[in-house]
């Protein structure tokens, strides 16, 4: 499937450039190249036989073409067409450039929705092919591929034609048993029912069986990863001793149920023989600093050294206040290390880990730099895993000798998706909220409600609370209509600041900059903060009770629950104001979701929905995997199914055989970075 383009019948170098702007590159990236979607032309009508509010196909010849322009920017082309039985009007808006594509006599074939409008039958925007003499046109279940400028469908469907007419198989990746329980059809036959389906019943045995195949690949490569895992000799930790038990004493609050648990699997997990690998999954404001504390001390009292890595250095600031505070009895040797570090204080942070004469580091991607060597590493911390790579998890492990890895997340992922995202690690989850706590009201208003809410703003400023309000851009843009963070500010500013002080954060000002505005903040000098979404995850000011987000539609609905959980971290009531004035239904329909329910898992589904997926392997693993066919959501059975399948399969055939029969594959789909991590 790694041949050349050029191997296909038809292609030759002009219609390679043409594939290639549609990123197909080789057979491999051809055959791969889904359709879109499906038109149904098993039946042409002749267009006396049209309905009106039909989806369907004729055929006709030119008989006139007109533009009309009735107003600026709106231009609107009608071709008339016509057989023995009657007329139809094919009108096209915006389009005036085809007009030269279509001469009076020509044959057209049009599919589409048929419409009644100013006393005659009209199709608007269909699909047209023009039928050369003798021409007939395509008939059946046709593929619609997604386009760009300068390629047509013809070409696409032409050169897939061309290959699977040359060629009668296609390596099977599939374990012989698992294709056999499954009844699969051979895996050409699959990709030919995608591309041309007989019927739609066999398209959807096509689509499940491909979308399976993805899944088993995929669950195969994180099998393999955590196989390679469990291997190690982890760091066996002695049961929990006076330090853990001093710290429970004197915390102000009695842990929730959930983070009992959550502690009591991380504990039994770092007692045993190997490795920890675990993901704590809890919601905004759950709690799982406590318990990422609780494992921090469990390895300081074995004697060993802990890490925590956080996103960014506010958040990594924030990190290290709470455990300095929650530690504060205990005669814990902490630093923290960020790009900002002073390279004096840098060095002798670099000496005090090399030497064990510090028990616990909190830093950013400063900790996997080179300089930074551990004496006895024996727990790992990953705070917002998403924000950081697989290998960059990685870098930090192998600066221990197999060390126990705790991921910690805030972003909600619905229990069977953890599969997909996590599949190496074992998961707990924290969903109880701690005591005291209410829900934030949520309400999503146009710009019109600006007035009644700069009062409101005032209103709670004087009562002593603080206010957040974020925007989406830094500076003005011509090409989205939205208020700039920068912008924003002096107006509020020019309101406010007599009577409260207002200030500025976003992602181009210096990180000393960022931290001394946030400092204010966070310490009350300032009551109003305007800012980009640097403040998304990690900051805790328990005194701000309301967070606006200024064009909140262009937010995806995970990052606009990750802005609402930076409220309502006090007893005091807590509000979220979600200003849009996008005249979108979908849009208000995703802001509505927001104002329903505060539970992240909903959210995240919805968001999940919405927004497709992102990277596995790669270094920038922001969401779930790139997926081609499969529906995280809509497939969950058969990614429960793959996972299961997958590792029967892996139990039988060993690691060795495992990574020799998949590796070509995972290389393929994810690249050199796979084999980093399962090399590594």
Known sequence: MEESLLTIKGVGPSRVKQLNKLGITDVSSLLTYFPRTYEDRSAT????????????????????????????????????????????????????????????????????????????????????????????????????YPLVEGVSQFVVRQAIANWFAAHDSLPELLPLAVSQEHSFMSRYEAFKEMHSP??????????????????????????????????????????????????????????????????????????????????????VGSGKTVVGALALLKVVENGYQGALMAPTEILAQQHYESLQELMKPEDIRMALLTGSTKNAERQAIYEGLATGTIDIVIGTHALIQEAVQFK?????????????????????????VHPHMLVMTATPIPRTMTLS????????????????????????????????????????????????????????????????????????????NRQFGVGLVHGRMSAADKEAVMDDFYKGRIKLLVSTTVIEVGVNVPNATIMCVEGAERFGLSQLHQLRGRVGRGSTQSYCVLISDSRSEESWQRLQVMTETQDG??????????????????????????????????DIDLLVAARQDAKRWLSQVGFEVGVAQMKPELMRRFGESFQRIIYS
């Open 45 to 144: 009508y002749c267009i006396g036989a049209l309905k009106q509010g039909a989806v369907g196909a004729t055929e006709g010849t030119v008989l006139h073409i007109q533009e009309k322009k009735p107003r600026r920017g709106l231009s609107i082309l009608e071709i008339t067409i016509g057989d023995a039985t009657g007329r139809l009007k094919v009108v096209l808006f915006n389009q005036g450039y085809k007009k030269n594509f279509y001469k009076v006599g020509q044959r057209l074939h049009v599919y589409g929705k048929v419409e009644f409008a100013y006393g005659s039958l009209q199709m608007n925007t269909p699909h047209i092919e023009n039928l050369r003499e003798g021409q007939v046109a395509e008939a059946g279940i046709v593929p619609v």
């Open 198 to 283: 007989l019927t739609v019943e066999r398209y959807e045995l096509a689509r499940k069986q491909l979308a399976y195949e993805e899944l088993f690949i995929m669950q195969a490569g994180l099998l393999l990863l955590r196989a390679r895992e469990q291997d190690e000799q982890g760091i066996k930790m002695q049961p929990s001793g006076p330090l853990v038990a001093g710290f429970l004493e004197q915390l102000p609050f009695k842990l929730t149920g959930d983070q009992n648990r959550a502690f009591q699997d991380i504990a039994n997990d770092m007692e045993a023989e190997r490795p920890m690998r675990r993901l704590l999954q809890g919601d």
């Open 376 to 400: 006895k590493l024996a727990l790992v911390i990953v705070d917002e895993q998403h924000r950081f790579g697989v290998e960059q998890r990685a870098t930090l492990q192998r600066k221990g």
């Open 421 to 496: 995202i996590y599949g190496d690690l074992e998961v707990s989850l924290i969903k109880e909220m701690p005591p005291g706590r209410k829900p934030v009201l949520t309400y999503a208003v146009d710009s019109s409600y600006k007035e009644r809410l700069y009062a409101f703003f005032e209103k709670e400023m004087a009562a002593g609370h603080q206010v957040y309000v974020v925007c989406p851009l830094v500076e003005e843009s011509e090409k989205l209509d939205l208020v700039a963070a920068e912008q924003l500010y002096e107006e509020l500013a020019e309101r406010y």
């Open 601 to 634: 898992f909903v959210v995240a589904e919805q968001d999940l929905l919405l927004r497709g997926s992102g990277q596995l392997f790669g270094l920038a693993q922001s969401g779930l995997p790139d997926l081609r066919l499969a529906n995280i959501l809509k």
